[in-house]
């Protein structure tokens, strides 16, 4: 880390205000700014206390690594999921009550800008980027810590999901259900954290992490309406 100046406690207040803020006030037209701006802010954030571009995964890193994981796991996430949507015993699985019936076109600015800038880009700029290197010195940890704050960010969001599918009836076996939801997220962060350091970039974990929101999303949006 670049000096002792940690802005880690702001980073933390702004990232827990923000999540009620992203879950209960934003609505779809302020998704995308809104992430972009407290993306920027982090950032600002980070560098002010002395990290280089490099310790936030800003980086150039290794572009042929991440430029190829991130085309394998587009492949086959894509592939999974619209065999997925296409397979009748499957594919009520993917029905998700909050995803409303649009029209093409804000179909594809959801899949194409919504989730690759608005949820992927911010995530990975705030968990794989600037918390990891603000944590600790350590990569491992710095790492681990920065996946249970992810675990955290989707306390609300599974919450929800869980509630409006109908799914885990009851207040226990919803508790249960968001935290074990919210676990297997931190996991999947922490994940993406270990390909960031392999990697030298966020590069690389934004890529899956946009390719697996995205073909969900589609697969979704397919199970939806049948086609």
């Known amino acids: 880390m670049g000096d002792d100046r940690s802005p880690i406690g702001a980073v933390l207040l702004i990232l827990a ?8 006030i934003l609505n779809e037209d ?12 982090l950032t ?8 280089a571009w490099e310790e936030i995964g800003l980086g150039r890193g290794d572009l042929r690594m991440s430029r190829r994981l991130g085309a394998w796991l587009l492949t086959s996430s894509g592939a999974f999921l619209f065999v997925a949507s296409r397979l009748p015993w499957l594919r009520h699985h993917l029905r998700d009550e909050r995803a409303p019936v649009l029209s093409r076109g804000e179909t594809t600015r959801r899949a194409l800008i919504r989730f690759p800038l608005g949820t992927a880009l911010f995530e990975e700029v705030a968990f794989r980027g600037v918390l ?13 810590a920065a996946a249970g704050m992810f675990a955290f960010w989707h306390l609300i969001p599974t919450h929800h999901a869980l509630r409006v599918n109908g799914i885990a009836q009851g207040p226990s076996s919803r ?16 994940v993406l954290s270990r390909i960031r350091r392999k990697t030298g ?14 073909t969900s999303y589609l697969a979704v949006t397919c199970a939806h309406d049948g086609t």
């Open 17 to 24: 205000a923000y999540n009620v803020v992203q879950n209960s």
């Open 30 to 41: 302020g998704y995308v700014p809104g992430n972009v701006v407290v993306a920027a802010i």
């Open 44 to 51: 600002g954030l980070a560098r002010d206390a002395g990290l």
């Open 132 to 144: 990891p290197a603000l944590f600790a010195n350590d990569a491992r940890s710095g790492d681990l």
């Open 175 to 190: 508790i249960m259900g968001t935290l074990v939801g919210s676990a297997a997220a931190g996991l999947a962060g922490y």
């Open 201 to 214: 970039s966020i590069l690389s974990p934004w890529l899956i992490h946009s390719a697996v929101n995205t």
